[in-house]
């Protein structure tokens, strides 16, 4: 599995699980070079949401996904295995993205850790230097 910063653009409308990525996009060239060897590709930078199965460079399919931005998505590869030879076997793995939702309670031992970070990290968070200024010599 590659995991890579860049990523692709998508055309249309989209929901988590479409492919509708944008033609010649960046993230499509790379994938047509990555090794057959490589199973799945997860992506990001662009934040945008797609999970398609585009051909690797020996025209098998493999799963290439990004999960959106900022938490909203999870991208979830179940991929499975082949014991005897260690092999994926990507015609019975699949891919997802699921949306994450803020209805979920705190954990409260995870919230007490960033509620101290918060706290701690308070007199940092004044600024630093005037918001707008003339540069010299404009």
């Known amino acids: 599995v590659v995991v890579i910063h860049q990523g692709d653009s998508?055309?249309?409308?989209?929901?988590?699980?479409?492919?509708?990525?944008?033609?010649?996009?960046?993230?499509?060239?790379?994938?047509?070079?990555?090794?057959?060897?490589?199973?799945?590709?997860?992506?990001?930078h662009t934040h945008t949401q797609y999970n398609c199965q585009l051909p690797d460079p020996k025209g098998q399919l493999r799963t290439v996904i990004q999960s959106l931005s900022f938490g909203r998505l999870l991208s979830v590869l179940d991929l499975r295995?082949?014991?005897?030879?260690?092999?994926?076997?990507?015609?019975?793995?699949?891919?997802?993205?699921?949306?994450?939702?803020?209805?979920?309670?705190?954990?409260?031992?995870?919230?007490?850790?960033?509620?101290?970070?918060v706290a701690k990290s308070a007199p940092m968070a004044r600024p630093r230097g005037p918001k707008c200024s003339t540069i010299p010599g404009t």
């Not at 993230?27 to 590709?41: C, E, P």
């Not at 994926?88 to 979920?104: F, G, H, L, M, Y």
């Open 10 to 44: 998508t055309v249309g409308a989209n929901g988590p699980n479409d492919c509708n990525l944008a033609a010649n996009g960046a993230l499509s060239a790379i994938n047509a070079g990555v090794s057959a060897n490589v199973d799945a590709i997860i992506s990001g």
């Open 81 to 117: 295995i082949n014991t005897k030879s260690g092999d994926v076997q990507r015609d019975v793995s699949t891919a997802r993205n699921e949306i994450v939702t803020r209805t979920v309670r705190p954990d409260p031992a995870v919230q007490a850790i960033v509620s101290e970070a």
